[in-house]
């Protein structure tokens, strides 16, 4: 049974720190997204990448937020420095593409990270 | 750009009753549709999709879900709803022309079912 793996699960820390959140997508699928989830905001899309390369991460405040893709088999999202608001669940979803001229845009998701920072 | 509106933020029903939640969607090309839910303390889990074909979808656990495209509407339906039905439900809507793969998701809407 293919699924997305995300860890930590659970992370807390304190303002100011970095953190690293890691995103293995189901072998195979060559897009990659990243959400935030809050009470107050929903469901944000903060960036995605097909085949490694960034499409859109017009989503994510660029001063303290980076994602990457170093190989197929790995994405990670990274805050550095993080502050209270970045409080939230982050999801890593995965997808492909099941024809060469539709894209059927199903996405897999992970079970989160659940980021507290203090 | 695309958007997605849930227009019930909560919905409380009793067991047993009927389930209709509203969804609809700004763009007027051809698109994928999707409902999702989110149980708590867990991740967004596929409930049902609409790609093409007949518009009336049946998905997992009794859900179903209408195409209604001259309502930009895909409300999902449940004829008798459980307690383990509690969730958030999350519509979804891509360009199914468009090779981005990006998903325009609503607010989601909290069901609450008492036993």
């Known amino acids: 049974d293919a699924r997305v793996t995300q860890t930590p699960r659970h992370k807390v820390t304190e303002m100011g720190q970095e953190v690293t959140m890691r995103c293995q997508p189901i072998?195979?699928?060559?897009?990659v997204f990243w959400y935030r989830q809050t009470m107050m905001q929903g469901l944000e899309l903060l960036a995605y990448f097909r085949n490694r390369a960034p499409l859109d991460d017009s989503g994510m405040p660029k001063d303290r937020f980076s994602a990457e893709m170093p190989d197929a088999t790995l994405a990670t999202l990274k805050i550095q420095p993080s502050e209270p608001r970045d409080s939230a669940v982050y999801f890593c979803?995965?997808?492909?593409?099941?024809?060469?001229?539709?894209?059927?845009?199903?996405?897999?998701f992970g079970p989160g990270t659940r980021l507290t920072v203090l | 750009a695309q958007s997605v509106s849930q227009h019930n933020h909560h919905v409380i029903l009793s067991e047993a009753a009927s389930l209709e939640l509203g969804c609809n969607y700004s763009y007027g090309g051809t698109v994928n549709l999707f409902w999702y839910v989110q149980y708590p303390g867990q991740h967004l889990q596929l409930l049902l999709k609409?790609?093409?074909?007949?518009?009336l979808v049946k998905g997992i656990k009794g859900f179903e879900a209408e195409f209604i495209k001259s309502k930009f509407s895909f409300n999902l339906r449940k004829p008798s709803v459980q307690w383990s039905d509690t969730a958030e439900y999350f519509c979804a809507a891509a360009d199914r022309g468009s090779t981005l793969g990006r998903l325009y998701f609503g607010r989601g809407t909290q069901l609450t079912v008492w036993p």
């Open positions: 979803a995965s997808g492909t593409r099941t024809s060469e001229s539709v894209s059927y845009n199903e996405q897999f």
């Open positions: 072998l195979g699928h060559n897009t």
């Open positions: 609409y790609f093409s074909g007949d518009p």
